[in-house]
């Protein structure tokens, strides 16, 4: 397997002046948790679906024919297939896709103190270590394991992952913490912050809790996701979310204000980590979030969904350009030709969904660099404060071994990251 698909990526926009595809591909949009943020919820009343496992094998088929150097297998809750999740993980490795990611709510970690749990996570490890798999997530929404547990409705998780995670380790896979940012974070009620100060101090304390927890548990490997509440009044408003993750429950609904201070405090908690745990969120996207909501900066790079990223929907197995334009069902995906994309393509910076955003954003300066390098040098030299950032990210995704979840951290290569601060 190619352990550097990020190094790949950034070769391929030096040579083709274009970022390798990645495919997020909704298995199944079924879930057994509870998490308020999320409108597939298990309370949620709607017909679940899953997309035949014939259908996935003729869209991975397509991506690896295409050229795509990732798929991220996801849900709903991807291990509710765990048996069919196998076989498409290991159908991609053998088609030649290598960056192959998939994660969990976490569900398969209750019931830690029966006698055969260990036995349990070890089977299931194993096979996910012969899949193929690259990286495995874990989600976790709190610093505090009852705020965690009872967000997502799973009792007694966190007590499984801090027994699950050496098991996973023996057998060559080191899960990454995918922390969901929600106003639990910040560890008071939203209506005892009284102040913009008060609220940055208290996501600062969040975050830092937050991943002092998760190296506490044995995580070598953190990444963020930011909110994704689509709110009526926000830009992007026009958005229809055909992916249900978002949600505009008050617990991940944050205003422009919030969500320059969310920005600052995780660009400003970060460089503490960074030699403690390999923490995947760049900080040039952070900087450039903070800018756009403080100074209604236009986002530096345009998104690259419906360009080389694409999203399938379980319900139909169609492709839109992300999760968030449900209104652009561009058909399925074995039938997608290049001209389709062309045709389809927009310079869309409507929301902040990570799973793009910070790929567009790392890679941005790179395909400026060789097709519009006078612009590109231009940007760095008017904003060193950008240069710098994106240059740290580049090197401290290097000394990660660009986040590959098969290999264990090497901690004398990683350095504290950073030391520029938002003021
Ligand atoms: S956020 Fe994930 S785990 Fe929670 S209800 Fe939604 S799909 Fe399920
Ligand atoms: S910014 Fe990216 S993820 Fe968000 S709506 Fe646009 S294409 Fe989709």
Redesign the pocket.
């Known amino acids: 397997m190619n352990s550097f698909p990020i190094l790949r990526a950034i070769q391929s926009a030096w040579r083709q002046h274009s970022v390798p595809g990645q495919l997020v591909i909704q298995i199944t949009d079924a879930?057994?948790?509870?998490?308020p943020?999320?409108?597939?919820?298990?309370t949620e009343p709607f017909p679940r679906s899953r997309i035949p496992m014939k259908d996935i094998r003729l869209i991975i088929d397509a991506a690896a024919q295409k050229g795509f150097q990732a798929i991220s297998f996801t849900?709903?809750?991807p291990l509710l297939l765990f048996d069919d999740l196998l076989e498409m993980i290991r159908h991609a490795a053998q088609a030649g896709i290598p960056c192959i990611r998939t994660g969990t709510?976490g569900f398969i970690f209750r019931e830690s103190s029966d006698r055969n749990f260990t036995g349990r996570i070890t089977h299931i490890a194993e096979r996910l270590a012969a899949s193929g798999i690259r990286n495995f997530w874990i989600?976790i929404d709190s610093a505090v394991p009852e705020v965690h547990e009872r967000m997502?409705g799973l009792p007694g998780v966190i007590a499984g992952i801090y027994k699950a995670l050496p098991i996973f380790h023996e057998c060559g896979i080191y899960p990454s913490a995918n922390l969901?940012i929600n106003r639990n974070l910040s560890g008071i009620r939203h209506e005892d912050i009284h102040s913009p100060e008060s609220f940055y101090e208290n996501y600062c304390s969040g975050f830092d809790r937050f991943y002092q927890r998760i190296c506490d548990m044995g995580f070598t490997m953190v990444n963020c996701c930011y909110p994704m509440s689509l709110h009526p009044t926000e830009p992007g408003s026009g958005l229809s979310a055909v992916y249900a993750?978002a949600a505009t429950a008050p617990v991940v609904n944050f205003s422009r204000v919030e969500k320059a201070l969310l920005f600052k405090a995780l660009f400003n908690t970060i460089p503490q980590y960074r030699s403690r745990i390999r923490i995947f969120t760049p900080r040039t996207s952070l900087l450039a979030l903070y800018r756009h909501y403080t100074q209604h900066e236009l986002l530096p790079y345009p998104c690259r969904g419906g360009t080389d990223f694409f999203f399938i929907d379980a319900r139909n197995g169609h492709t839109y350009p992300c999760g968030y334009r449900g209104g652009e069902d561009l058909g399925r995906f074995e039938e997608l030709r290049p001209a389709d994309t062309l045709k389809n393509r927009r310079d869309c910076r409507l929301c902040d969904w990570e799973c793009f955003r910070d790929p567009s954003e790392l890679m941005g300066p790179l395909l400026d660099l060789q097709t519009r390098p006078l612009t590109a040098l231009k940007r760095f030299a008017t904003d060193r404060t950008y240069a710098r950032l994106w240059l740290e990210d580049i090197q401290y995704y290097q000394a990660c071994g660009f986040f590959d979840g098969r290999k264990a951290p090497k901690w004398e290569r990683i350095r504290k990251g950073g030391c520029d601060v938002i003021e």
């Open positions: 879930c057994n948790a509870r998490c943020q999320c409108g597939m919820r298990t849900g709903g809750e709510n989600s997502r969901g993750a």
